[in-house]
């Protein structure tokens, strides 16, 4: 990256985090107990600060200087390069595979979207139809909803990474992609055949945390029968990795009420990843 790309993207970020101190609560028709902590809010302030030294750093450095910190940071460069290849070429592997009937039907693999290196991964259940035809998780109402618990939680979709258990369309009626109401939740021998792939999405980006996201993901990762509300709102842990599980943002457009409950849940999640720095 060259200085006037890394400043452009200085200024972004910049942009991006004046917009989230401008955020107004209302507009998210999240419960009015998410609002930021004072660490979320001490942790922004001091990011922003950060950025505008590294600005200021920059505009007064010429281009010599700019080279030697471009050399500084080898490591971060090529682990970025590693972790975006590996992901790459899981998603090809993905967009080739049959080893279900989904994939027979499907429009689009939806592989996962996010930073390779997040601290937070959030993981529902498959895609619906609007993610089958555009190819990205958690479009629609649901994932409009789900943006807005991330960005309540001082994240942005870009700085988390959202995947699914199963990575092609579930439909009741399969030959007809294009009929509207005809998603369905994936089998549990559906989800057992597409995890492989999912394991390999946390082997390779290793969050902090993983958030599973109503209750079919929840169950198959943990591998047990009980209800999402009894199992959401307390950590437990998946390949070594804390998980939480809490309610499918589809449930919370069914049932406004179980808002703050996820709530309740963000609010462990961030202690937690703030606690591990
Ligand atoms: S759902 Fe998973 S296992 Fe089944 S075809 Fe799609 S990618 Fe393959």
């Known amino acids: 990256m060259n200085q006037s790309e890394y400043l452009k993207l ?13 955020w107004d609560e209302d507009e998210l028709v999240i419960d009015k107990s998410m609002q930021r902590t004072k ?11 950060n950025i505008k030294n590294d600005d200021q750093k920059l505009t007064k450095q010429g281009p010599i200087q700019m080279k030697k910190n471009i050399n500084q940071e080898p490591i971060k460069n090529i682990q970025t390069k590693n972790a975006e290849q590996k992901l790459d070429d899981l998603k090809e592997r993905i967009i080739g ?3 279900c009937d989904l994939g027979k039907y499907r429009l689009n693999a939806v592989c996962g979207s996010g930073n390779p290196y997040a601290d937070i991964m959030f993981i529902g259940e498959g895609p619906g139809f609007q993610e089958d035809h555009e190819g990205k998780p958690f479009i629609g109402r649901a994932g409009d909803l789900l943006t807005k618990i991330i960005e309540a939680m001082g994240f942005t979709r870009d700085t988390v990474y959202i995947a699914n258990i199963v990575k092609c369309h579930p439909m009741k009626n399969p030959e007809n992609p294009e009929l509207k109401g005809n998603d369905r939740p994936p089998t549990m021998e559906e989800m057992q055949i597409c995890q ?4 390999e999405q946390i082997k390779i980006i290793s969050p902090k945390v993983i958030i599973t996201l109503g209750a079919s993901s929840t169950r198959a990762l943990l591998k047990t029968d009980d209800v999402i509300s009894s199992l959401r709102g307390k950590f437990t842990e998946y390949m070594g990795i804390p998980l939480m599980p809490t309610y499918h943002p589809a449930a919370l457009l069914r049932n406004p009420k179980l808002k703050k409950d996820v709530w309740q849940d963000m609010k462990k999640v961030m202690a937690l990843v703030n606690r591990k720095g």
Do not use: W
Not at 196 to 199: A, E, F, T
């Open 10 to 22: 200085l200024r972004l970020v910049r942009t991006a985090i004046e917009e989230y101190k401008n």
């Open 97 to 99: 595979c049959k080893k």
């Open 39 to 49: 660490i979320e809010q001490k942790e922004i302030t001091k990011l922003n600060t």
């Open 196 to 199: 492989p792939y999912l394991d």
